[in-house]
């Protein structure tokens, strides 16, 4: 997921495959920490310098492999001093996020809300193969323009799902606007509840590489047939069968494509 760098500083990485040959190509992991604005910070046991409510760091360039990074804030609140721990799995060239405020202050989202850019919504439906005969399923739909776009360049069904109450308005407010409330579906709904057994013929997702992987059981349920298109993040270590790259004002998003026969066989 394309992020503005606004604060970075070297990762160290625990975890170190060794046989790799060092004309690989590599590449650097970046991880996003939402923590009280006056707690410190450690990643592998080295306190950051960093301060904020919001911070940004980036590895050093890194050669394929698994990593796993233990990442840890202590700070003050009404009940004590309070200290809270993650590991974290990441692959070179992920974006993660991860939150350690306490619950009441986090938001209902899982991830930030960010809108898929007008080109690679246009790129994945191409990617997918839509047909007027699709369902599309949308998780995490944001303004709702991958559903939206989809009724009007196709003509197919396609609903759109969004834990954000505020993001669903959005959408609805699109799909009145471009007229396609016959074919679209806006619901309020948590994504990782919902039966995927039944229903879409293609599956969209912008996510984090953590959250796909929860995603994962329920996608391998999936009829035969079915697509899934994810933006910019992998699904878990499964090669895709199909993958592109598009060129964006904001810079490049990979953009992938899996079967459901593909996902249930790893």
Same mark, same amino acid.
């Given at each position: 997921?394309?992020?503005?760098?606004?604060?970075?500083?070297?990762?160290?990485?625990?975890?170190? =495959?060794?046989?790799?040959?060092?004309?690989?190509?590599?590449? !650097?992991?970046?991880?996003?920490?939402? %923590?009280?604005?006056?707690?410190?910070?450690?990643?592998?046991?080295?306190?950051?310098?960093?301060?904020?409510?919001?911070?940004?760091?980036?590895?050093?360039?890194? @050669? =394929?492999?698994?990593?796993?990074?233990?990442? !840890?804030?202590?700070?003050?609140?009404?009940?004590?001093?309070?200290?809270? !721990?993650?590991?974290?799995?990441?692959?070179?060239?992920?974006?993660?996020?991860?939150?350690?405020?306490?619950?009441?202050?986090?938001?209902?989202?899982?991830?930030?809300?960010?809108?898929? =850019?007008?080109?690679?919504?246009?790129?994945?439906?191409?990617?997918?193969?839509?047909?007027?005969?699709? !369902?599309?399923?949308?998780?995490?739909?944001?303004?709702?323009?991958? @559903?939206?776009?989809?009724?009007?360049?196709?003509?197919?069904?396609?609903?759109?799902?969004? $834990?954000?109450?505020?993001?669903?308005?959005?959408?609805?407010?699109?799909?009145?606007?471009?007229?396609?409330?016959?074919?679209?579906?806006?619901?309020?709904?948590?994504?990782?509840?919902?039966?995927?057994?039944?229903?879409?013929?293609?599956?969209?997702?912008?996510?984090?590489?953590?959250?796909?992987?929860?995603?994962?059981?329920?996608?391998?349920?999936?009829? @035969?047939?079915?697509?899934?298109?994810?933006?910019?993040?992998?699904?878990?270590? $499964?090669?895709?069968?199909?993958?592109?790259?598009?060129?964006?004002?904001?810079?490049?998003?990979?953009?992938? %494509?899996?079967?459901?026969?593909?996902?249930?066989?790893?």
């Amino acid at each position: 997921m394309w992020r503005n760098l606004i604060l970075a500083t070297s990762l160290f990485a625990c975890v170190i =495959p060794v046989g790799r040959s060092e004309l690989e190509p590599r590449k !650097t992991v970046t991880i996003e920490v939402y %923590l009280p604005e006056c707690a410190r910070l450690w990643i592998e046991g080295h306190e950051t310098k960093s301060r904020g409510p919001k911070r940004l760091f980036v590895s050093p360039p890194l @050669p =394929p492999g698994k990593y796993t990074y233990s990442i !840890t804030a202590t700070y003050t609140s009404p009940d004590g001093p309070q200290t809270v !721990t993650r590991l974290i799995d990441v692959r070179p060239g992920d974006f993660e996020s991860i939150d350690l405020r306490p619950a009441e202050m986090r938001p209902i989202t899982d991830v930030e809300y960010e809108p898929t =850019p007008q080109k690679v919504v246009d790129a994945l439906l191409q990617l997918a193969k839509v047909n007027r005969q699709d !369902t599309i399923w949308d998780l995490g739909c944001g303004d709702g323009r991958i @559903p939206v776009t989809a009724a009007r360049q196709y003509g197919c069904k396609a609903t759109g799902f969004d $834990i954000d109450p505020d993001r669903v308005k959005d959408s609805i407010t699109n799909v009145r606007q471009n007229g396609v409330e016959r074919l679209v579906t806006i619901e309020q709904r948590d994504i990782f509840t919902l039966d995927l057994s039944k229903g879409p013929t293609i599956v969209t997702l912008y996510l984090l590489p953590h959250l796909n992987a929860k995603m994962l059981p329920q996608l391998r349920k999936l009829p @035969p047939g079915t697509r899934v298109i994810s933006v910019a993040h992998r699904m878990a270590d $499964i090669k895709p069968d199909e993958q592109i790259v598009v060129e964006t004002e904001l810079g490049e998003f990979d953009v992938y %494509l899996w079967k459901a026969e593909t996902l249930r066989a790893n």
